[in-house]
């Protein structure tokens, strides 16, 4: 049976070959494992534990288990989740890259390494245009539906703006109750294009809305009303950890407010369905057609802030 593999060039810069059989952990000590099912690498950036690849038959997964982020094909796990890899697809884990390769059987032969006790999760500054989508009157749905209507309902827009956000290569940071965050890295491609691929992820979203809400409808009465809006913004965060779990990922900066912020008042105190901060529109100006809502006073914020809608 022919078993796919990783490859990847090691510190001697010599390509090195693994071939998956049935399950294989990646990170630098996977303690209690089996020397034929991981793959250790000597780098404080990379988790004592920090991915796990199973194989069904050809079909490849990879599940992250990390605090410092797992990369396919350039675009950011969200903490904790697990996504299918194809052929030809490239995983970064710290500062090493794997190429996925289904050909013909390929044995692998490596050397353990001497791993470190403790992972090195460094606060990182960076640059991210956030995605904020907010249902509106999330606390009625609660008082006048049963708890299984309104998890259908959250379960059914969560998977598919889940989907869209991954179509448009962002990464899903929170379910933050009635809302879905996403954000985009300016350091994978240039600040416009993540800016713009936002800005569109935002579009699909509340073009698939309708569909949503009509399927809901043949089955719940009422859930034809829903309203959302969506905020976005682009400033600098500080990516980190607070706690031990892998889903404790942290972004803190002064954007993210603000672009839950703009996502509460979108089609409600403002007409617009999308609205942008003028960082963001400065970016997809030339690509998206944008209105001048003119300068604005936010709650929670000093002074105000000039906004935009996307038409």
């Not at 956000?165 to 379910?175: A, E, L």
Request: net charge negative.
């Amino acid at each position: 049976m022919n078993n796919p593999y990783l490859e990847w060039i090691d510190e001697t810069q010599q390509v090195q070959r693994f071939a998956i059989v049935d399950r294989i952990f990646i990170g630098r000590v996977c303690q209690g494992i089996d020397v034929q099912k991981r793959i250790i690498l000597n780098s404080p950036s990379v988790s004592r534990d920090h991915a796990v690849i199973d194989r069904s038959t050809a079909h490849l997964r990879i599940t992250d288990t990390s605090k410092n982020g797992t990369w396919i094909n350039a675009i950011r796990m969200a903490a904790g989740s697990a996504q299918d890899l194809a052929d030809g697809d490239v995983v970064r884990i710290g500062e090493f890259s794997f190429r996925v390769v289904y050909p013909e059987h390929v044995s692998a032969d490596r050397e353990d390494g001497s791993p470190t006790q403790m992972t090195i999760v460094t606060p990182a500054e960076m640059t991210v245009t956030n995605l904020v989508a907010d249902v509106r009157k999330f606390t009625n749905f609660f008082q006048k539906y049963a708890s299984s209507e309104v998890f259908d309902l959250m379960k059914e827009i969560f998977v598919d703006f889940s989907a869209i956000v991954n179509d448009f290569k962002g990464t899903i940071k929170d379910y933050a109750g009635d809302a879905v965050f996403a954000f985009w890295e300016h350091q994978v491609e240039s600040p416009q294009e993540q800016a713009v691929l936002a800005c569109r992820a935002a579009l699909q979203q509340m073009q698939h809305l309708d569909t949503i809400l009509a399927k809901l409808t043949i089955k719940y009465s009422g859930f034809d009303n829903i309203k959302m809006g969506w905020g976005i913004s682009t400033g600098s965060v500080t990516m980190s950890h607070y706690g031990s779990r892998v889903a404790d990922m942290a972004l803190v900066g002064e954007c993210i407010n603000l672009a839950f912020r703009l996502s509460d008042i979108a089609n409600k105190e403002l007409a617009a369905q999308i609205v942008i901060c003028s960082e963001t529109a400065a970016l997809v100006g030339d690509n998206l057609p944008l209105e001048d809502l003119g300068e604005i006073s936010i709650r929670g914020r000093k002074g105000k802030e000039h906004v935009f809608a996307i038409r």
